[in-house]
């Protein structure tokens, strides 16, 4: 009995896309369909360590290709695990991939011209890549040991039909009925452009050089029988007289299985190692990294990494697909595990072969196997040492690299605390002496005399950091300060502290304490905050529900105010940044700095001294400090009341 269901929306909507954005990369579908049976082989050898069983006598795995120039498909075998009814139903009716739904709703808010091939790339289209050939699938598999055969059959148009059938040998078989030569295929388009012409899909040539292509490295053989004419040969292999020579049919395995991995670094060319790449993404794009090492010793491993040339879309969301695969002496363990890299490696590509974990290595194992956590740590350092080598022998390419990783390589500060030596000797920062990215070894090797900490500023953009009145002292004694626009570099500064004995500063926390200062300045400070006691009093009074303290300021030049936090208190970035992980956080109160040599502040210096209850003082304290808020691109309690008093003060200034 067969049963019709219908494709979950999302896939719907995948399968359109499929038919119609990417046809310039249909020969893809084989490399999917060809990977798919890779795993599925992959995983009946693997369970097969412990159930031989399961093997019921066939352990001669292979992917086998059947194209059929009459009848005009091609057909995917392989001996591999097989599927069950319902797992038919949950891994081939519905999309596996977790970023799956996030693309068609980036592709539904960007529009179909978003649809590149760059972009589904980076999604795997998987199984569905056959329709971009095929008219109709049909696919038959049967579990390993199970009870049951299925077969399943689709269009491609919505619908599905499944039907549980008896038992068969075990594995599953994919027959494509290639799209009609010439058969032009909607686009949407009024011009009646063709866009699919799949014929050559049965042709030998075709399929063998798209395997070589793209599915070489494949672990077990992709074979396909192919016709070779024959003449009768005697045992010295000479001809026989007057011998006819006939055809034979001769089984032609087209890749050549060698995992990349095991041979010399030196004799692998770029090409072999992008197309390798590719298989592992099973995307479009080339690595911009290839790192690639073997130990021995007490720990024999190899691991052959890639760094993406782009970051993912998916690198910050919760789920990303992260780790690395896990081989065991060759053989396939596991895809994506996440224990062999740090968080904030994330974006690696790739795997590692061990020789010395044991074979029955689980997920579940995995998590706490010490040997493990010994890889993770030598990789971890191996690609640190990587990165400082490309950042010092070709700059360009490592601020490459920098531009699409950088922001969560950062995040290692939170998440290895450890390695944060080996992460700030590659950090690249902003700073206000530099156009470009500097690293924090050029930035302490261009301090001033007697400079003993390392100022920085953060906030929520580059541009706002840039003119922020608290670096104005800076500005003046040509004082480099660090300008950090990104949440994860409070994490950066606070878990650093130190950079080559220079004290990490914010240049709007605390008093000024490390600039250097003449005996004559310090005393001129001590002056001028007496003059200045009535104000700053009074200012403090009437300012208490909003900041802690008015205070003279000796990092203001132009400006006239602004906000620092107490040397011990929490910027207003991390508040934020705290306030949007779910942490209540109560609001921390700064302190609000007035430019003594500023005309308005000398002016009502001597409006106080006058007499410290004017009520004009009262409204242009709020005002200072709203504009205080201003400056940092923060928002006003109330920001119509500002542009009141605004108003109002331009009002006077005209003389009316
Ligand atoms: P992905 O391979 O990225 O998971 P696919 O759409 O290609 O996505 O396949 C979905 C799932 O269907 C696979 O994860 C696997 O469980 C199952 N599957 C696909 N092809 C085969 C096959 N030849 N043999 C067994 N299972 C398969």
Same mark, same amino acid.
């Given at each position: 009995?067969?049963?019709?269901?219908?494709?979950?929306?999302?896939?719907?909507?995948?399968?359109?896309?499929?038919?119609?954005?990417?046809?310039?990369?249909?020969?893809?579908?084989?490399?999917?369909?060809?990977?798919?049976?890779?795993?599925?082989?992959?995983?009946?050898?693997?369970?097969?360590?412990?159930?031989?069983?399961?093997?019921?006598?066939?352990?001669?795995?292979?992917?086998?290709?059947?194209?059929?120039?009459?009848?005009?498909?091609? &057909?995917?075998?392989?001996?591999?695990?097989?599927?069950?009814?319902?797992?038919?139903? +949950?891994?081939?009716?519905?999309?596996?991939?977790?970023?799956?739904?996030?693309?068609?709703?980036?592709?539904?808010?960007?529009?179909?011209?978003?649809?590149?091939?760059?972009?589904?790339?980076?999604?795997?289209?998987?199984?569905?890549?056959?329709?971009?050939?095929?008219?109709?699938?049909?696919?038959?598999?049967?579990?390993?040991?199970?009870?049951?055969?299925?077969?399943?059959?689709?269009?491609?148009?919505?619908?599905?039909?499944?039907?549980?059938?008896?038992?068969? %040998?075990?594995?599953?078989?994919?027959?494509?009925?290639?799209?009609?030569?010439?058969?032009?295929?909607?686009?949407? #388009?009024?011009?009646?452009?063709?866009?699919?012409?799949?014929?050559?899909?049965?042709?030998?040539?075709?399929?063998?050089?798209?395997?070589?292509?793209?599915?070489?490295?494949?672990?077990?053989?992709?074979?396909?029988?192919?016709?070779?004419?024959?003449?009768?040969?005697?045992?010295?292999?000479?001809?026989?007289?007057?011998?006819?020579?006939?055809?034979?049919?001769?089984?032609?395995?087209?890749?050549?299985?060698?995992?990349?991995?095991?041979?010399?670094?030196?004799?692998?060319?770029?090409?072999?190692?992008?197309?390798?790449? /590719?298989?592992?993404?099973?995307?479009?794009?080339?690595?911009?990294?290839?790192?690639?090492?073997?130990?021995?010793?007490?720990?024999?491993? &190899?691991?052959?990494?890639?760094?993406?040339?782009?970051?993912?879309?998916?690198?910050?969301?919760?789920?990303?697909?992260?780790?690395?695969?896990?081989?065991?002496?060759?053989?396939?363990?596991?895809?994506?595990?996440?224990?062999?890299?740090?968080?904030?490696?994330?974006?690696?590509?790739?795997?590692?072969?061990?020789?010395?974990?044991?074979?029955?290595?689980?997920?579940?194992?995995?998590?706490?196997?010490?040997?493990?956590?010994?890889?993770?740590?030598?990789?971890?350092?191996?690609?640190?040492?990587?990165?400082?080598?490309?950042?010092?022998?070709?700059?360009?390419?490592?601020?490459?690299?920098?531009? +699409?990783?950088?922001?969560?390589?950062?995040?290692?500060?939170?998440?290895?605390?450890?390695?944060?030596?080996?992460?700030?000797?590659?950090?690249?920062?902003?700073?206000?002496?530099?156009?470009?990215?500097?690293?924090?070894?050029?930035?302490?090797?261009?301090?001033?005399?007697?400079?003993?900490?390392?100022?920085?500023?953060?906030?929520?953009?580059?541009?706002?950091?840039?003119?922020?009145?608290?670096?104005?002292?800076?500005?003046?004694?040509?004082?480099?300060?660090?300008?950090?626009?990104?949440?994860?570099?409070?994490?950066?500064?606070?878990?650093?502290?130190?950079?080559? #004995?220079?004290?990490?500063?914010?240049?709007?926390?605390?008093?000024?304490?490390?600039?250097? +200062?003449?005996?004559?300045?310090?005393?001129?400070?001590?002056?001028?905050?007496?003059?200045?006691?009535?104000?700053?009093? %009074?200012?403090?009074?009437?300012?208490?529900?909003?900041? /802690?303290?008015?205070?003279?300021?000796?990092?203001?030049?132009?400006?006239?105010?602004?906000?620092?936090?107490?040397?011990?208190?929490?910027?207003?970035?991390?508040?934020?940044?705290?306030?949007?992980?779910?942490?209540?956080?109560?609001?921390?109160?700064?302190?609000?700095?007035?430019?003594?040599?500023?005309?308005?502040?000398?002016?009502?210096?001597?409006?106080?001294?006058?007499?410290?209850?004017?009520?004009?003082?009262?409204?242009?304290?709020?005002?200072?400090?709203?504009?205080?808020?201003?400056?940092?691109?923060?928002?006003?309690?109330?920001?119509?009341?500002?542009?009141?008093?605004?108003?109002?003060?331009?009002?006077?200034?005209?003389?009316?």
């Amino acid at each position: 009995m067969s049963e019709t269901r219908t494709f979950q929306a999302q896939t719907n909507k995948l399968l359109d896309l499929m038919i119609h954005s990417i046809y310039a990369h249909k020969d893809v579908f084989l490399r999917e369909l060809i990977s798919n049976a890779s795993d599925a082989i992959g995983k009946v050898k693997f369970l097969a360590l412990t159930d031989t069983d399961l093997l019921e006598g066939d352990g001669d795995f292979k992917i086998k290709l059947v194209p059929n120039a009459e009848a005009h498909t091609l &057909t995917i075998l392989d001996n591999g695990v097989g599927m069950t009814y319902d797992e038919v139903i +949950e891994h081939i009716g519905t999309i596996a991939r977790s970023g799956a739904e996030a693309f068609a709703d980036k592709i539904k808010a960007a529009g179909p011209d978003a649809a590149t091939p760059d972009l589904i790339g980076q999604f795997g289209v998987g199984f569905y890549s056959a329709f971009m050939v095929a008219k109709k699938v049909v696919l038959e598999t049967c579990k390993a040991k199970g009870d049951h055969a299925v077969r399943w059959e689709s269009t491609g148009d919505g619908e599905y039909t499944i039907e549980r059938l008896d038992k068969t %040998r075990r594995g599953t078989r994919i027959t494509l009925y290639l799209r009609d030569k010439d058969a032009p295929v909607e686009d949407g #388009d009024d011009d009646e452009e063709t866009i699919f012409n799949a014929d050559n899909w049965t042709d030998s040539w075709k399929i063998r050089s798209t395997v070589k292509k793209y599915s070489d490295f494949i672990a077990f053989p992709i074979a396909m029988d192919t016709k070779k004419w024959e003449t009768e040969k005697d045992d010295d292999g000479n001809k026989v007289e007057g011998a006819e020579s006939k055809e034979i049919t001769v089984e032609e395995t087209l890749n050549s299985s060698k995992a990349l991995w095991t041979r010399q670094p030196s004799t692998i060319e770029s090409d072999d190692h992008k197309a390798f790449y /590719k298989h592992l993404t099973r995307g479009w794009d080339d690595p911009s990294e290839i790192i690639h090492f073997h130990t021995e010793g007490a720990q024999e491993w &190899t691991a052959l990494l890639y760094v993406p040339g782009k970051a993912p879309f998916d690198l910050f969301s919760r789920d990303p697909r992260r780790g690395l695969q896990l081989f065991i002496k060759r053989v396939f363990i596991a895809d994506d595990v996440k224990e062999l890299i740090p968080e904030h490696l994330r974006f690696l590509k790739g795997l590692v072969d061990s020789s010395d974990l044991p074979l029955n290595m689980s997920r579940e194992t995995v998590q706490h196997d010490r040997l493990v956590m010994a890889i993770k740590k030598r990789l971890t350092n191996k690609v640190m040492s990587h990165f400082k080598d490309l950042l010092e022998k070709d700059r360009e390419k490592f601020v490459k690299l920098w531009d +699409e990783f950088g922001t969560c390589l950062k995040e290692g500060f939170h998440y290895e605390p450890a390695g944060k030596d080996k992460l700030a000797d590659i950090v690249l920062v902003r700073t206000t002496h530099n156009e470009g990215w500097s690293t924090l070894a050029e930035v302490v090797e261009r301090k001033q005399a007697g400079q003993t900490a390392l100022y920085y500023l953060t906030g929520e953009k580059l541009e706002t950091l840039q003119s922020a009145p608290q670096l104005e002292v800076f500005r003046k004694r040509n004082i480099e300060v660090m300008l950090l626009p990104e949440a994860v570099d409070e994490i950066m500064v606070g878990a650093l502290e130190k950079y080559q #004995d220079l004290e990490l500063k914010s240049a709007a926390k605390g008093e000024l304490d490390g600039l250097p +200062e003449t005996e004559e300045e310090t005393k001129a400070k001590e002056v001028r905050s007496e003059s200045f006691a009535a104000l700053t009093d %009074r200012l403090t009074k009437i300012l208490d529900s909003s900041c /802690k303290q008015v205070r003279v300021s000796e990092r203001l030049t132009d400006s006239a105010v602004c906000l620092v936090s107490d040397s011990a208190g929490m910027s207003p970035q991390m508040e934020r940044m705290m306030q949007s992980m779910g942490q209540s956080m109560p609001v921390q109160k700064r302190i609000l700095e007035i430019n003594p040599e500023h005309g308005l502040i000398i002016a009502m210096r001597d409006l106080a001294a006058k007499d410290s209850s004017d009520d004009r003082l009262g409204e242009f304290g709020e005002m200072l400090f709203d504009q205080a808020l201003l400056a940092e691109g923060a928002p006003l309690k109330n920001p119509a009341r500002f542009a009141q008093r605004i108003a109002s003060a331009m009002t006077f200034a005209v003389g009316h």
